[in-house]
Structure formats: structure tokens, C-alpha cells
């Protein structure tokens, strides 16, 4: 039995040596950098449910696959799924940077949006170092993947004091129906008392069974602060990784809505390590997993400085056969006095069927501390629902007006209107159906 | 207009009517009253369509409809409406917006085109005038953090603008005080007409005074145990419901 896991493991990890050493290296020093990475990742292979970080989520299914890096398409995207109007767009198709659908109009002094793709091809040795540099003490497997593989992805990087209210709009499209893979990067350097939002929107084509293995990391120096939005809507039949790692300097601010309603298998992986005394993070979630999807969210907030503050509230919304996870740990360090953190994990299960994990984990090291969390699960309120039919709404519309008013707790905190209404309308897609819902 | 014959009706293994006969006519109002645990709760939400309870025996009709076969939505689209004893708290949903979807929903029932935004919110200005209601409760969520004497002056408004041909209190005069029970009252009074009839539970004689029925019944055990007009009520303020057992008994 354990021969055949251990022959099985094999085999991915060489399929992905295969496609590691089919691409062209230079032997400088991001080829040293990406080799140790795909080592680091080749000795361990895919986690297992036998890691405690990966009990609830089975990756069998993603190891089984065979993918090849993705092409850049030549293809016109399908823009349909794009939000209108929501700020400098930046456009990666198959995690490859398309100047020619991105925004063209010129970006105020302080601003910088660029492709990775250009960095790597210019000074190959200058990205590695930051890689290297910035490199969080224990990276996951599907950050060594990512270091192995990435090619593309987007920097932006805000000038100190400058206060940028536009949003950087962020679409990773993808297109055609290979099985492919991309491992998109992306680097946020918000510079001192600096402001900025940026809108992370990922967008599947058709059926194919495409792995994205996206790797956010964000530096939030003293004063800045930064909202940022993540909205997964890949294929019904594709794989996401997400890890996004925030690092939050003194008084910096960082708040993050968490979406995801696509794929097949998903999970985020998301830290925020409040560094700086005065540092706050806010987390919000919403996931939506039906059919047979798998959506799973793991946070992690470090109170390392005192005097820090960490808010989290995630919702999830079952239906079909779908399964949600929400994992929530929080750790405050020894010398952090002085901490408030509070998480809440609200879910809601629309059928028999559907399944969500809940589970809260604090560890804590100092003794001033204010820490509260909260997880339920339930089902619609047979009452509300009787109330709402006995006015004269139809079932479904009753239904889908309380899948609503559950979920509107989060939607209500998005500041940027266009997401929301997005959002708004994307959850009516989902549930309302016929109804006369506005 | 309803029109209820032996109605037996249980929930799990209790049975709670046990053959009840009630006839509703358009204009008139009728009170049931009854001791705790009578039954009076379970047949307003029974004929509100309210899941959960069996049907064993019997029969409801609503202007020559079968009731009892009706979905709850087109049971208040066909012009039933139920005051609830303890209206729900939902949050996240718009009072103003439940108001207007429920009201667009009859009418759509009916065959009439959508209330205009401009109407609609004279019809509902009106009506909170009525019910001494201040416009911010328009867009709170559904009964949210309302009080029980605001949720329960909450359910006369929709009644007033959702205008059903068969009204059904549920103890709307429960946790009121005095001034919020002539407020209610007259909410109600002012929905008397004709073509409309409405079905009040309670268990205290006090609301008939502000609210006098044609009509006045007994329910003890699952059963109208005795009928009378609204001295009725007055006789039980004064003597209980043993007396009407007794009779019953004896019969």
C-alpha cells in the first residue's frame, strides 16, 4: 500500500522535474534560486491530510494531473467577466501580462504598476534577490512551486505619502482549454503613510482543468495602508492555490476581502503578520462553495508587535454537494501586550448534502490580551422563511433573499463600489434564479 | 369566505385540533379565545400554511378554495394574511423592501402591473401614520432590533399596505402596553370593511374592548367548545374557562 503512495508521489514530483528542466535556464542566480525552491518542493512532494494544515483538503486529485506552464495567448480574452470601471487595469492572460488589453493612461509620480515578466528579463539577478530577501521563514510547497515556476505576474509599488484612491485592478484571465499551469506573482510594496487598493480578480475559461498557484506578498510600511480585494472565479473544473502574505510595518493598515465562488479545489492560504506596534488587519471571507466544490481558507494572524489589532470575519454558504473550510489561527507572540483580536465564522448550509469545517485556533503567549472568536453553523431559519413566503414571496425568492441577507454582512463592508455591486450581482446569479429580486 | 369543517390536525404525535368547525363570513370579525394550549396559535398558522403540522382530517376553504393545499405565498397572494405573535427578526432584509415585494407580488397575483416607487411610498407614508411609526423604520432590517411593541405595530403596516381579504391575528395584543394597544387597534379598526374579515386569537378580553367582535368563540382541547357574541368575552373575563368545559362536558 505505502509502495504504490510512494510510487504515485514519485511520479508527480517528475513530471514537474520534466516540465522544470524542459524550460530554458541561464544559470544565473534566479536558476540557483528556482532549482533550491523546486528541491525544496521535490523532497516533500504535495501535503497530505496527514499534515495538520491540510487535514480537511485532499490533494490526490491535483497530484494525479499532469499540467505544462501556460502559453501566452494569443487568443482575444473574453472581457465579459471583467468589472467595468474598476480603476487602471492590468491584464495577465494565462499569467502572462497583456500590455495591449491593460490600461494605457498614464499613472501619477509615486505610482508603479509593472510586469514581472519585464523584471525577469531585465535584471534577472536584482528579482531574485528580492525573492530571497523577502522570503518568509518556512514557505510552503506551493511557494517553492512557485518560485520554481513563475514567469509573469504584476509589482506595484506606491511612492511614500502618496495616496492613490484609484483602484489597480488586477485580472488574471485565463484562455483556451489546455491543461496548463500558471504560478502569477505578485508584489505590493506600499511605501510609508502610502494608501492604495488593489483588486485581485481571477477568472477561469470554460471547463478546463488549469492549476493556478498565484503567490501575493505585500509590504505595508509604517502609516500605509492597503485594501485589497480577491475575488477567485476560476473554472468549474480548475485548481486554485492562493497564498497571500502581508507583512504590516508600525500604524499600517491592512484590510482584505476574501471571495471565492470558483474552481474545483481551492484554497487560500492567507497570513497577515502584524509586525510594527499600532499595525491592524482586517479579514473578511465569503465562500460559496456548490456542486462538488472544494473551497478552503486557512488564516493566519501573527501579533508579533503590541498594540496591535487583528478583526476577522469569514462566511460560507453551502449548497449541492460542495464543502467549505475555514481554518482561523491566530498567534500572539510572547512580548505583543496590549492585543485585540477578534474572528468570527458564520456558515450557512443550503442542502443535505453540503459540508463546512470550522475551526478557530489560538495560540497565545503573552498575558494582555483581548482574543474573541466565534464559529456557527446552521441552516435557513425555517421561520424567516415561513414569514417571508406568508407576505407573499415565493419560495426561492424567500431563500435567496436570506442567502442575501447572510451574506450581506460582508458585502456591506466593501468600500469599492463597483466590486460590491459585482458581487451583489453575482451572488443574485447564484440564487435568485427567476425570482423578482432587484 | 372561510369556511372550516372538522379540522383535525396534529404535530408529531400530538394531536392538537380534533375536529373544529368555524365559519368566517366577509365583514365579520371573529375572536378565539381559549385557555394555554387550546389550539388557538396552531390554527391561525395552520391556515397560514406555517410547515410542520399534519392535516389528519377536515377540511378549510377560502372563498371556495381548498386552503389547506396552498402553498403559503399563494395563500397571501389569494389574500390571507397572518400577524405573527412573535414576528421574526431578519436582518439583512430590508423592511421597505419586504413591504414592496410582498405588495408587488399580490398584485402581480392579480394581474395588475407593478406598484411605482413614487405610489408606493405615499401608500406606505400613509400607513406609518396610521400606525404612529417614524420613516426610519422603513430602512431598518425586517423587525430588527425593534421592540415588541414595534414589531407587533410592524405586522398592522404590512397588513395595512399588503390590504388582505382575510386578516389573522395571532395574539397581536401580547407585551403591549395600553397606549401601544389603542395605537394597534385602531390600526386594525381602520382595516374593517365589508369585503374583509378578520380572525383574531387571544387570550385576554381586554382587546376586544378596543377591538369589539361580531363574533366570539371558545377553543379548549382542540375543539370550538361554545359560540357567543361579545358578551361571550365578557362572561369569560369574569368566570374562566372551566365553566364552558363543564357545559361542554355535560352536553
Not at chain 1, 257 to 270: E, N, Q, W
Not at chain 2, 218 to 238: N, Q
Request: hydrophobic share 40%.
Amino acid at each position: 500500500m505505502s509502495a504504490i503512495a510512494t510510487k504515485t508521489a514519485a511520479t508527480a514530483q517528475d513530471r514537474y522535474r520534466a516540465a522544470f528542466e524542459a524550460r530554458t535556464q541561464d544559470g544565473g542566480p534566479l536558476t540557483e534560486l528556482r532549482r533550491a525552491a523546486f528541491d525544496s518542493f521535490a523532497a516533500v512532494g504535495f501535503p497530505t491530510q496527514r499534515d495538520e494544515d491540510w487535514k480537511y483538503t485532499n490533494l490526490r486529485r491535483l497530484e494525479s494531473r499532469s499540467f505544462a506552464p501556460a502559453e501566452a495567448a494569443p487568443v482575444a480574452a473574453d472581457e465579459s467577466g471583467w468589472i467595468a470601471g474598476a480603476g487602471v487595469r492590468m491584464v495577465l492572460v494565462n499569467g502572462h501580462a497583456m500590455p495591449g488589453l491593460s490600461s494605457a493612461s498614464p499613472l501619477p509620480p509615486g505610482v508603479t504598476v509593472a510586469a514581472v515578466g519585464q523584471w525577469i528579463a531585465n535584471d534577472p539577478a536584482a528579482i531574485a534577490a528580492y525573492i530571497e530577501q523577502h522570503a518568509p521563514a518556512r514557505p510552503s510547497v506551493f511557494e517553492h512551486l512557485s518560485t520554481a515556476f513563475f514567469e509573469d505576474g504584476v509589482i506595484v509599488d506606491i511612492a511614500a505619502d502618496t495616496v492613490f484612491d484609484e483602484p489597480i485592478y488586477i485580472v488574471h484571465q485565463w484562455a483556451g482549454s489546455a491543461a496548463a499551469m500558471s504560478h502569477p506573482r505578485v508584489i505590493v510594496r506600499a511605501g510609508r503613510n502610502s494608501r492604495c487598493t488593489l483588486i485581485e480578480h481571477y477568472l477561469g475559461s470554460g471547463d478546463a482543468e488549469s492549476l493556478t498557484n498565484t503567490v501575493v506578498s505585500l509590504h505595508l510600511d509604517a502609516g500605509a495602508q492597503v485594501a485589497h480585494y480577491r475575488l477567485q472565479q476560476e473554472s468549474s473544473r480548475s485548481f486554485h492555490v492562493g497564498t497571500v502574505r502581508a507583512r504590516l510595518e508600525r500604524d499600517s493598515r491592512y484590510t482584505c476581502h476574501d471571495i471565492a465562488f470558483g474552481a474545483s479545489l481551492a484554497r487560500t492560504g492567507l497570513t497577515a503578520k502584524l509586525e510594527g506596534p499600532g499595525a491592524e488587519a482586517i479579514l473578511r471571507g465569503l465562500f460559496v462553495p456548490s456542486g462538488s466544490q472544494h473551497l478552503d481558507t486557512y488564516t493566519l494572524v501573527e501579533h508579533v508587535a503590541p498594540r496591535t489589532v487583528s478583526s476577522e470575519e469569514y462566511r460560507g454558504i453551502a449548497d449541492g454537494r460542495g464543502r467549505g473550510v475555514f481554518r482561523g489561527k491566530v498567534i500572539v507572540s510572547q512580548d505583543a501586550q496590549k492585543i485585540d483580536s477578534r474572528q468570527s465564522s458564520r456558515n450557512l448550509l443550503l442542502s443535505g448534502t453540503a459540508e463546512i469545517d470550522t475551526r478557530p485556533e489560538l495560540e497565545i503567549y503573552a498575558d494582555d490580551v483581548k482574543c474573541s472568536h466565534g464559529a456557527t453553523t446552521g441552516q435557513l431559519d425555517t421561520t424567516s422563511l415561513f414569514y417571508l413566503r406568508s407576505r407573499g414571496l415565493s419560495e426561492q425568492e424567500a431563500r435567496a433573499l436570506l442567502i442575501r441577507a447572510f451574506a450581506e454582512s460582508i458585502l456591506t463592508t466593501i468600500e469599492c463600489t463597483p466590486v460590491r455591486n459585482y458581487l451583489e450581482q453575482r451572488l443574485h446569479e447564484r440564487f435568485a434564479g427567476d425570482g423578482i429580486l432587484p | 369566505m372561510l369556511k372550516i369543517e372538522n379540522l383535525h390536525v396534529r404535530a408529531g404525535e400530538k394531536a392538537i385540533l380534533t375536529g373544529l368547525n368555524l365559519e368566517v363570513n366577509a365583514g365579520e370579525v371573529h375572536a378565539i379565545m381559549g385557555p394555554n394550549g387550546s389550539g388557538k396559535s396552531t390554527l391561525v398558522q395552520v391556515l397560514a400554511g406555517r410547515e410542520g403540522y399534519e392535516v389528519t382530517q377536515g377540511t378549510a376553504t377560502y372563498n371556495g378554495k381548498d386552503l389547506l393545499t396552498m402553498a403559503p405565498e399563494e395563500r397571501a397572494r389569494e389574500g390571507v394574511f397572518l400577524a405573527f405573535q412573535y414576528p421574526v427578526e431578519i436582518p439583512g432584509v430590508n423592511n421597505v423592501y419586504l413591504l414592496k415585494a410582498g405588495l408587488n407580488a399580490i398584485r402581480k397575483h392579480r394581474g395588475e402591473p407593478e406598484v411605482d416607487a413614487f405610489e408606493f411610498l405615499t401608500l406606505v407614508r400613509e400607513k406609518m401614520k396610521l400606525m404612529q411609526m417614524d420613516e426610519s423604520f422603513l430602512n431598518r432590517g425586517v423587525n430588527e432590533g425593534f421592540s415588541g411593541g414595534e414589531k407587533k405595530r410592524n405586522e398592522i403596516l404590512q397588513m395595512a399596505v399588503l390590504e388582505p381579504a382575510l386578516a389573522l391575528l395571532d395574539e397581536t395584543d401580547s407585551g403591549l402596553d395600553i397606549d401601544a394597544l389603542r395605537v394597534v387597534a385602531s390600526g386594525v379598526n381602520s382595516l374593517r370593511r365589508p369585503d374583509r374579515a378578520i380572525l383574531m386569537v387571544t387570550h385576554y378580553q381586554r382587546l376586544l374592548d378596543y377591538i369589539v367582535p361580531d363574533r366570539v368563540h371558545v377553543l379548549s382541547g382542540g375543539r370550538i367548545l361554545k359560540s357567543g357574541d361579545k358578551s361571550l368575552a365578557l362572561e369569560l373575563e369574569k368566570r374562566g374557562y372551566d365553566w364552558v368545559k363543564q357545559e361542554a362536558a355535560a352536553a
